[in-house]
């Protein structure tokens, strides 16, 4: 059973850093993009950091959402089933429940979003 797993968050003061680590579990053939998004109350989802999957000569490519660059970091380990977001200092605008999402190819070569189940990050100031 395909599965994303999110460990991290919690409640932080302002200027404060938190990390965000989310584990796939499952059948899959390929990652295509691993990424994180945020959902504030009253507010839409939104992007917070991606990374892209490119061929060996091109590389990975990993964007940011305007509010978070320079501030937040996306990186993924060897295996590429674990990622994870490194959140420097946090405002309390940062406040938001985090959800890791990931398009993959399964095992039947069909291409598949899968999302996790939400950590709750607070920012006080």
């Known amino acids: 059973q395909v599965q994303l797993v999110e460990s991290g968050g919690g409640s932080v003061r302002s200027g404060g850093s938190l990390r965000l680590s989310c584990t796939f579990s499952g059948g899959l053939r390929y990652i295509n993009t691993m990424g994180w998004y945020r959902q504030s109350p009253g507010a839409a989802r939104e992007l917070v950091a991606q990374?892209?999957?490119?061929?060996?000569?091109?590389?990975?490519?990993?964007t940011y959402g305007d509010s978070v660059k320079g501030r937040f970091t996306i990186s993924t380990d060897n295996a590429r089933k674990t990622w994870s977001l490194q959140m420097e200092r946090l405002g309390p605008e940062d406040t938001a429940v985090y959800y890791c999402?990931?398009?993959?190819?399964?095992?039947?070569?069909?291409?598949?979003?899968?999302w996790g189940q939400g950590t709750q990050v607070t920012v006080s100031s």
């Open positions: 999402m990931a398009n993959v190819i399964v095992l039947d070569w069909s291409r598949r979003d899968y």
């Open positions: 990374i892209v999957s490119g061929d060996a000569s091109s590389g990975d490519t990993s």
